[in-house]
Structure formats: structure tokens, C-alpha cells
């Protein structure tokens, strides 16, 4: 079993930056897919950015990518993202996600994921 629990969350300006953290405790993940999700009021939740330890690969949406960076710290078994330039469409709850690498259909797909937070919303004012 992995828990995971965001923080960082807050309310900032339109081009102001934050930085969400998500703490894993429970089994080591190293080798889990993590991703970051977001859901806006009265939308589905989108994927955000993935980091994938095996493949050695990132992954960002279209929508983030050059704004958003993703990455994990092992020691402290922590992976954060690391948001600038952001934007008022940026407002949404945010979710830390773990996922196996031998159950990943697609990193951008929720279903791919086993292991979810409990979310810290983020408010970006105009």
C-alpha cells in the first residue's frame, strides 16, 4: 500500500509561481509511475505531467509544458511540480498519483494509476 499527500497548495497571482510536493509513504515507490492530475469545478480531471523512473521519461500536457517541470526526490521519497508562469485556467484541485509500470496503459490516463491523494487546490487570480 502507498499513501501519498500533496501540500503546497495556495492562492497566487497570474504569473506567480508555487510548488506542490507530494510525500509517498508505505512501500518503496521508486519504481511506480508518478503523476500529477488536476480537476477544475464542473470539468473531468486532466492529466498533468508523469514521471516514469523505469523508462526514464517525463511526460507533460500540452497545456503546461514549458511552464510545468515534474521531478522526484528518492531520498526523501518525495516528487514535486514545480509550476511558473501561471494562469487563472491553471485553478483546479491538484492530485498526486503512483501508478505500476506493469498496469500503465497510458501515463495520461487516471485508470492507469492505483494510488491517489487527497488533492491541494490551487487558485491562480487574474
Known amino acids: 500500500q502507498v499513501q501519498l499527500a500533496e501540500s503546497g497548495g495556495g492562492l497566487v497571482q497570474a504569473g506567480g509561481s508555487l510548488r506542490l510536493s507530494c510525500a509517498a509513504s508505505g512501500r518503496t515507490f521508486s519504481s511506480y509511475v508518478m503523476g500529477w492530475f488536476r480537476q477544475a469545478p464542473g470539468k473531468e480531471r486532466e492529466f498533468v505531467a508523469a514521471f516514469s523512473w523505469s523508462a526514464g521519461s517525463i511526460y507533460y500536457a500540452d497545456s503546461v509544458k514549458g511552464r510545468f517541470a515534474i521531478f522526484r526526490d528518492n531520498a526523501k521519497i518525495t516528487v514535486y511540480l514545480q509550476m511558473n508562469s501561471l494562469k487563472p485556467e491553471d485553478t483546479a484541485v491538484y492530485y498526486c498519483?503512483?501508478?505500476?509500470?506493469?498496469?500503465?496503459?497510458?501515463?495520461?490516463?487516471?485508470?492507469?494509476?492505483?494510488?491517489w491523494g487527497q488533492g491541494t487546490q490551487v487558485t491562480v487570480s487574474s
Open positions: 498519483a503512483a501508478g505500476r509500470p506493469s498496469r500503465m496503459v497510458s501515463v495520461s490516463s487516471s485508470a492507469s494509476y492505483d494510488y
